[in-house]
């Protein structure tokens, strides 16, 4: 039910507030133990733990070891494969629901990383942060949209850094790195190289871990 869900997602929220090096071991095994009950409810969890690692980068590694413990434990949503015909008969490799999804989000974040830094979306966030609040001066609208600014580099870094972390762990494929890395290289025609300068950094990030 959807109460039962709501359940769920409260449950992985708390335990990742309280993720930390030292506790990662006893939190990983209760995570594991969450009854996740559809694709949905997973899919909010896996966005939930990109949003942790993005807001911390400092535990980006913490974070896909938790994926790595995931991909392993939670239920595979997919259509069964066909049953062994032999005790001593190989499984052929599969890619589970969570890995499936896992990709899916990291994907949109990483398509999406110029919006971190447009202009227009800053001002919107400005906007919906001012809206219940009296007109600041210009100074003041600068300095916000200037902190949302760097808020938003944080994460475009972070979301960068994370992906290199799961590729470590094997989680995403050397060809999602290599064509993630491609893009970052590539010039738009008629882009001016100064204008590649966020892309050239997440390089630099991903290259780094």
Known sequence: TEL????????ARGILNKLTPEKFEKLAIEFCYIKIRNPKVLRNIIVLILEKALNEPHYSALYAQ????LDRCVPNF???????THPDQQQPPQITTFRKLLITVCQHEFDNRANYADSDELQ??????QQQQFNSGEE?????IEYIKQIAKKKMLGNVKFIGELGKLDLLSKA???????????KQKDE???????DLECLCKMMTT
């Not at 997919?78 to 062994?84: G, Q």
């Not at 919107?124 to 942060?129: I, N, P």
């Not at 001016?192 to 966020?198: L, N, P, S």
């Open 4 to 11: 039962e869900d709501q359940e769920t997602f409260r449950k």
């Open 66 to 69: 938790l994926c790595q413990r």
């Open 78 to 84: 997919e259509p069964h494969a066909p049953p062994l």
């Open 124 to 129: 919107k966030q400005f906007q919906l942060q």
């Open 140 to 144: 003041e609208k600068n300095a916000a």
């Open 176 to 186: 999602i790195l290599h064509k993630c890395i491609k893009t970052l290289l590539e």
């Open 192 to 198: 001016k190289y100064a204008d590649m300068a966020d």
